[in-house]
């Protein structure tokens, strides 16, 4: 849109437009485009008036428009303006200014130091005028488009949009830098934790990423298996909060020990979801009594649409299984990787996969039991390998090839350490049995053998409540496509569409570098 200052004239961004997110070009990311608008209307039909004001409504519900991503603190010129006229009862500005605007729209006296879009907008007569600043510069003067898919939307879709980017924006508010983030997932890690005013530093040093964050009142996050030595008490002794940074439970379309960045990941404030000893922040949700219909009917519709689509963690496999051939009741055992972090903080007792196997067994005498090795260690990435051979003197088959949402079809029951397939396999009404401490144990959705968790006895809770606080509230998702933050619902159309992930260079490399490793592995083993 255009407008005039001092003579001459000027062009403004839409006041609703998208971040500048990291790492996507602006035409890409872009949820609004000025475009050539009518005269400037003199009056407004009843309808067009009742629009225009539940926009200026739902903008100020949702505080997004102008440079919504900017910093909370009112003294900095980037500053949010949302946050600026929070406490303010009057401004004095320029007649394009959008904290001019925004003040209008919250109904704060605003005083134009000049003529401009806004304030001649202001000034003109009548007492629907902020109707119809709405409407001229908003509805008739901008054309909107979904990022995703770039596709027309209208008015109150972008706002839609906006608002979810403001609300993931303001959940990595006060994050400063990160450490332990591998080189080759950065731009992805960055990208789901922009936290809007500026950007993550990224270090390898504990040290610096500590003096960095302190120096800027803020906080550091890390990926606790990569976190540098001395990182927690660097952060103690300067008083610096440090979060620890996982993959999501929708990963990707590949192995990330093969390299293929994350496409979701989780920031946890309070500890770790799999660590037992303390409550999360995924847990405090499950625990909390989510109630909400509409984000209920989501969760339900997630959930059936990642059945019906077949998306797991990595989604790197469409390879159908076949029900073994018998009467008797079919059992999968899912292995882990024996060094990973949920496994030693949540294993309660039990010591590796083939000690899972044997239990596994004992529990069910008479069953079918097919292991499943996890695709980490298939690979030669990570520990935890049990030769064929010793895992079927315990189960009557071991099963690598097909998709692990296939073999969840048509079994009756999952047995897991902490394993992730135990949450798939409740989206699919199948029997889990618990070995260990996942984070959806323990709320009467499972049959856990392990010691009770005290503080989750006082609440059961429905399958669409897990899922909406373990895929819709929990996460932060990132489009493959668009390098943009997006819902859970995106990236699962994406991944369905592409299961089979691209390979480069590096997850080349890794690949022969976890064969050779087998190989190694193979060599040692006793005839």
């Known amino acids: 849109?255009?407008?005039?200052?001092?003579?001459?004239?000027?062009?403004?961004?839409?006041?609703?437009?998208?971040?500048?997110?990291?790492?996507?070009a602006t035409a890409i990311a872009a949820v609004s485009s000025p475009r050539a608008r009518p005269g400037k209307r003199k009056a407004l039909i009843d309808a067009e008036r009742d629009r225009a004001l539940r926009v200026a409504d739902l903008i100020v519900a949702e505080r997004v428009g102008g440079r919504f991503w900017g910093s909370q603190q009112p003294s900095e010129e980037?500053?949010?303006?949302?946050?600026?006229?929070?406490?303010?009862?009057?401004?004095?500005?320029?007649?394009?200014?959008?904290?001019?605007?925004?003040?209008?729209?919250?109904?704060?006296?605003?005083?134009w130091l000049?003529?401009?879009?806004?304030?001649?907008?202001?000034?003109?007569?009548?007492?629907?005028s902020l109707a119809r600043a709405i409407t001229a510069l908003l509805i008739d003067g901008v054309t909107y488009r979904d990022p995703y898919s770039g596709n027309a939307i209208t008015i109150e879709e972008a706002i839609a949009q906006l608002a979810f980017w403001r609300r993931t924006i303001d959940r990595n508010r006060g994050l400063a830098a990160a450490t332990g983030i591998a080189g080759w997932k950065q731009r992805e890690v960055e990208a789901m934790l922009w936290p809007g005013s500026e950007g993550l530093h990224f270090t390898r040093s504990a040290g610096v990423a500590v003096r960095y964050a302190a120096a800027r009142n803020g906080a550091v996050a890390v990926w606790p298996t990569r976190a540098p030595k001395g990182l927690d008490a660097l952060a103690e002794a300067d008083g610096v909060a440090v979060h620890p940074v996982e993959d999501g439970f929708l990963r990707s379309s590949g192995l990330g020990s093969d390299c293929h960045p994350p496409?979701?990941?989780?920031?946890?404030?309070?500890?770790?979801?799999?660590?037992?000893?303390?409550?999360?922040?995924?847990?405090?949700?499950?625990?909390?009594?989510?109630?909400?219909?509409?984000?209920?009917?989501?969760?339900?519709?997630?959930?059936?649409?990642?059945?019906?689509?077949?998306?797991?963690?990595?989604?790197?496999?469409?390879?159908?299984?076949?029900?073994?051939?018998?009467?008797?009741?079919?059992?999968?055992?899912?292995?882990?990787?024996?060094?990973?972090?949920?496994?030693?903080?949540?294993?309660?007792?039990?010591?590796?996969?083939?000690?899972?196997?044997?239990?596994?067994?004992?529990?069910?005498?008479?069953?079918?039991?097919?292991?499943?090795?996890?695709?980490?260690?298939?690979?030669?990435h990570r520990?935890?390998?049990?030769?064929?051979?010793?895992?079927?003197?315990?189960?009557?088959?071991?099963?690598?090839?097909?998709?692990?949402?296939?073999?969840?079809?048509?079994?009756?029951?999952?047995?897991?350490?902490?394993?992730?397939?135990?949450?798939?396999?409740?989206?699919?009404?199948c029997e889990v049995v618990t070995h260990g401490y996942?984070?959806?144990?323990?709320?009467?959705?499972?049959?856990?053998?392990?010691?009770?968790?005290?503080?989750?006895?006082?609440?059961?809770?429905?399958?669409?409540?897990?899922?909406?606080?373990?895929?819709?509230?929990?996460?932060?998702?990132?489009?493959?496509?668009?390098?943009?933050?997006?819902?859970?619902?995106?990236?699962?159309?994406?991944?369905?569409?592409?299961?089979?992930?691209?390979?480069?260079?590096?997850t080349r490399l890794r690949k022969v570098q976890g064969r050779i490793r087998r190989g190694l592995a193979g060599a040692r083993t006793p005839a």
């Open 263 to 380: 496409h979701s990941i989780i920031l946890d404030r309070s500890g770790l979801h799999f660590d037992p000893r303390q409550p999360s922040d995924l847990e405090l949700m499950i625990a909390a009594p989510i109630d909400d219909p509409a984000l209920l009917a989501r969760a339900d519709r997630l959930a059936r649409t990642i059945v019906e689509t077949g998306v797991s963690k990595y989604s790197s496999s469409r390879a159908p299984f076949a029900r073994p051939e018998t009467d008797r009741k079919v059992v999968l055992v899912t292995g882990q990787v024996e060094d990973d972090l949920s496994v030693r903080l949540g294993a309660a007792g039990v010591r590796g996969n083939l000690d899972l196997i044997i239990r596994a067994r004992k529990a069910e005498p008479d069953a079918f039991l097919i292991f499943r090795p996890h695709p980490d260690v298939d690979a030669g």
């Open 383 to 429: 520990r935890g390998r049990i030769e064929d051979w010793d895992a079927l003197r315990h189960v009557d088959m071991v099963e690598r090839g097909a998709s692990i949402a296939s073999i969840l079809e048509v079994v009756d029951s999952v047995h897991v350490l902490t394993s992730l397939t135990g949450f798939e396999a409740l989206l699919r009404d």
């Open 1 to 24: 849109m255009n407008a005039r200052r001092s003579g001459t004239l000027v062009t403004q961004e839409p006041f609703l437009r998208s971040p500048p997110f990291p790492g996507t």
């Open 114 to 128: 000049n003529a401009g879009t806004y304030a001649d907008h202001h000034r003109d007569d009548g007492h629907d």
């Open 78 to 111: 980037s500053c949010d303006p949302w946050s600026r006229t929070d406490s303010l009862s009057s401004v004095c500005v320029d007649g394009n200014d959008e904290l001019g605007f925004v003040a209008w729209l919250r109904g704060i006296d605003v005083k």
């Open 438 to 506: 996942p984070f959806y144990a323990g709320w009467g959705l499972t049959r856990d053998l392990a010691p009770p968790i005290d503080r989750r006895r006082a609440r059961a809770v429905s399958r669409a409540q897990l899922v909406a606080a373990a895929l819709i509230l929990y996460p932060r998702y990132l489009d493959p496509v668009t390098k943009l933050p997006c819902p859970p619902e995106v990236l699962i159309e994406r991944l369905a569409a592409q299961p089979v992930p691209q390979e480069t260079l590096l």
